[in-house]
């Protein structure tokens, strides 16, 4: 397999090295955040990935990925919604180059359909259409970025993104405080322990024994120290219950959950503000948590958010216009980022923030009713609408933050007109 390919798993459009901000007060929650708080290298940017947007899932070639198996199992996905189309973006990748253009981003999170290079998988052909999509998208994210950044080149790292919780003891008991510390051996700790120190977390082994595979000398010293970077994909924190001496449900009483029972209630009450998702509650305090867990853990390698966002909880009245005013959103991102401010402020090597996600799309078996994105996509015309919170986040990333509601929803009205269709 060609080896660029491994190193295109972070794409930035500038080469930055980290100036941290000096700060001689604590940062405060309530606080508004700008941008130039923020160390001067910092890369902002949105997140994709392949399925959730390229459709063209039987074009130019491409082979079947597991995805494109399992939506098309009827039951499978809500209202038995795939991928096929998803937002066009293999047709419309220029247009979206364009989009993030206008925002301002210097980083953009994409992911490579492995199906659409290696059709066959590791041992076919390389299908070169495939590639040649790839390497068109490439050159035109440089080219756009060229024009706003001084010094323009492609980087290349390798990294591995972990799905994070912060966990939170459900009752204030010792076996609910270990609870806690095994469900981010077992969430975390799996991936990046070996590619860290060449060994699973004593947690696992000590739960799980020889059923964990366990590593020759050779392949500890090729494991470890062998990561750049660490992708964080951060929404929500969670409380951790013990399963060893209290009773569980059967599915969080088992090894291979580390004997944790992980739920966002506490006596019927969510721990954070509710979305569309209910293990994705708004807990800020959770991602300062979390990059300070990694900061400590694994000697502050460099740390990037690779995904953090917001979609609103459903309801049978939502129309078009509250969704393109999301102001919920603007919120949510709003007091993520003093969260993340905060822990860098703690030391943190936090290089980058990036939104889940540029576009609503393919959202995986929720389908397409619940939407993160920046710009709402029509699903009859797939033309992309800016919602909002476009216009706070290229405020916010041209530094003038002008995040006043009013100001922004002002705007927004005279630059767009909105429909009022139900959804
Ligand atoms: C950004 O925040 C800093 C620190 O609070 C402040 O000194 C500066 O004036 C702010 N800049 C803008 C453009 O609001
Ligand atoms: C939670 O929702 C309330 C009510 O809408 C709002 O005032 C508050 O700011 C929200 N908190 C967070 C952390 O988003
Ligand atoms: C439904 O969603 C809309 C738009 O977000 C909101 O204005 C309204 O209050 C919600 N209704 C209920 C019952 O939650
Ligand atoms: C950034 O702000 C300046 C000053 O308000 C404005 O002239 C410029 O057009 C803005 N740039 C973008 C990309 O929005």
């Known amino acids: 397999m060609p080896k660029w390919l491994l190193q295109v798993v972070l794409l930035t459009l500038s080469v930055s090295s980290l100036s941290h901000v000096q700060s001689s007060h604590e940062f405060e929650e309530d606080d508004e955040i700008n941008k130039s708080q923020f160390p001067k290298d910092f890369l902002f940017g949105t997140s994709t990935s392949s399925y959730q947007i390229e459709g063209a899932a039987f074009e130019d070639g491409k082979g079947l990925s597991n995805w ?40 953009y999170r994409f992911s490579i359909s492995w199906s659409r290079i290696l059709p066959k998988g590791l041992y076919g052909d390389i299908n070169p259409t495939g590639i040649m999509f790839y390497n068109n998208l490439i050159d035109n994210l440089l080219l756009r970025g060229s024009a706003e950044l001084i010094q323009a080149k492609q980087g290349g790292t390798v990294g591995i993104i972990a799905h994070t919780f912060m966990y939170e003891p459900l009752r204030d008991e010792e076996c609910d405080k270990q609870a806690a510390k095994r469900a981010l051996a077992f969430l975390i700790g799996w991936f990046l322990d070996p590619l860290v120190f060449g060994e699973y977390p004593a947690e696992m082994r000590s739960i799980l024994g020889n059923q964990l595979p366990r590593f020759s000398p050779k392949e500890k010293s090729l494991l470890r120290g062998s990561l750049d970077f660490i992708g964080i994909n951060n929404y929500g924190a969670l409380y951790a219950k013990d399963c060893y001496l209290s009773s569980c449900p059967p599915e969080a009483a088992r090894p291979i959950k580390g004997f944790v029972e992980t739920t966002p209630m506490r006596d019927g009450i969510p721990i954070g503000n509710q979305t569309a998702i209910p293990r994705f509650c708004v807990v800020p305090k959770g991602m300062e948590k979390i990059v300070d867990y990694i900061k400590i853990k694994y000697h502050n390698l460099p740390m990037y958010i690779t995904e953090n966002g917001y979609s609103a909880p459903l309801n049978q009245s939502m129309t078009v216009h509250d969704i393109l005013h999301d102001f919920k959103r603007i919120e949510y991102h709003k007091v993520y980022l003093a969260a993340l401010l905060r822990a860098i402020r703690k030391g943190a090597d936090v290089r980058g923030y990036m939104i889940w996600s540029l ?20 699903r009859q015309t797939l033309e992309r609408i800016p919602k909002i919170s476009v216009q706070w986040f290229a405020s ?28």
């Open 396 to 423: 916010f990333l041209n530094k003038t933050s002008d995040s006043n509601i009013e100001d922004l929803s002002r705007k927004y009205r005279s630059k767009y007109v909105t429909t009022t269709a139900v959804v």
């Open 68 to 107: 494109d198996v399992f939506s098309h199992t009827p039951g499978m996905v809500n209202n038995d919604e795939n991928g096929d189309i998803a937002d066009d973006h293999y047709h419309h990748y220029l247009e979206d180059v364009k989009l993030m253009s206008s925002l301002g981003i210097n980083v």
């Open 359 to 378: 576009l609503d799309n393919f959202e995986w078996n929720n389908g397409y009713h619940i939407r993160f994105g920046l710009y709402y996509v029509d």
